[in-house]
């Protein structure tokens, strides 16, 4: 499929994958462009861009980084 929102489901994935097997920087720069291509495409308040929040607030979190961690988790609540 060439649609947008199906590539941005497969990188998550991607992410998450890459998470499991302990490739957080993997991960995490997946997760940075995405968040940055879903916030011009749909804005920073959109409900689209709250997964990618929570999983890079899960990286961060398991990288011991507890206030980066919380500043994701808290953006996304915001969302919800």
């Known amino acids: 499929s060439k649609d947008p929102a199906d590539l941005d489901k497969c990188l998550l994935k991607l992410a998450s994958s890459l998470k499991s097997q302990d490739k957080t920087g993997e991960a995490r720069s997946i997760l940075q462009s995405l968040l940055t291509r879903l916030t011009k495409t749909h804005g920073e ?28 988790y808290n953006r996304a609540l915001g969302l919800t």
């Not at 961060?60 to 206030?67: K, L």
């Open 45 to 72: 308040s959109s409900a689209k861009v709250e997964p990618v929040l929570m999983e890079l607030g899960s990286i961060e979190e398991a990288a011991g980084d507890h206030t980066l961690a919380m500043s994701y």
